[in-house]
């Protein structure tokens, strides 16, 4: 199983929910990111875990809280989102998060912040 | 800061002409580089990648680039596409060492057209 799956799809929250969305890959990988990608834009890194341990944070705001529970899933919990936060967020996987490694993507969670 | 620029933001061309993307990058101290590749309504897929060795990097489906150091390129070329490598194209980089914080450069929309 080469695939990292991605739920839910599409998402349309309130400012005030909370939500979340969720990965899981079953490569054994022991990396996993979390990427937001606006439109026309290229996607940008917001979190990495390497070993279930957060190893990058880069400065998101607190809103956005991730959890790796374990080596295959992957959560980003949402909560008092802007309408600016309204974007794809993608969930990639690689082997070890080392450097040179290959990153696998998921087909993202479309979110929209009303 | 570190930044991976792809000046080519949207390519067109027939099918059996030559393609060369170009991507630059402003990192310091040694770089891991990469293209990734996302054909519609697909996911993000690795094409090829380069860390050390042969600066003449093979990837899948005929694509091929070409690190120069000393220009801080990293080029993608096909001698002849096919109307299926229409994609969009993102060059991407990283510090060697340590963990895996990938920068994307901005995208190249190729359509080929038959």
């Known amino acids: 199983d080469t695939e990292v799956t991605q739920t839910p799809k599409h998402l349309v929250m309130g400012m005030t929910n909370k939500k979340s969305l969720k990965c899981e890959q079953h490569m054994g990988h022991r990396a996993m990111y979390w990427y937001k990608q606006k439109a026309k834009k290229p996607p940008e890194l917001m979190f990495v875990y390497s070993y279930e341990k957060l190893s990058i944070n880069e400065s998101v705001p607190s809103r956005f809280s991730p959890e790796c529970p374990n080596s295959s899933l992957l959560n980003l919990h949402l909560h008092a989102l802007q309408p600016e936060d309204s974007a794809l967020y993608l969930c990639a996987s690689s082997p070890t998060g080392r450097g040179g490694d290959e990153q696998f993507f998921g087909p993202g969670t479309r979110l929209t912040v009303l | 800061a570190q930044s991976v620029s792809q000046h080519n933001h949207h390519v067109i061309l027939s099918e059996a002409a030559s393609l060369e993307l170009g991507c630059n990058y402003s990192y310091g101290g040694t770089v891991n580089l990469f293209w990734y590749v996302q054909y519609p309504g697909q996911h993000l897929q690795l094409l090829l990648k380069?860390?050390?060795?042969?600066?003449l990097v093979k990837g899948i489906k005929g694509f091929e680039a070409e690190f120069i150091k000393s220009k801080f390129s990293f080029n993608l070329r096909k001698p002849s596409v096919q109307w299926s490598d229409t994609a969009e194209y993102f060059c991407?980089?990283?510090?060697?060492?340590?963990?895996?914080?990938?920068?994307f450069g901005t995208g190249t929309k190729l359509q080929v057209i038959p």
């Open positions: 991407a980089a990283e510090n060697s060492g340590g963990y895996q914080k990938v920068t």
């Open positions: 380069y860390f050390s060795g042969d600066p």
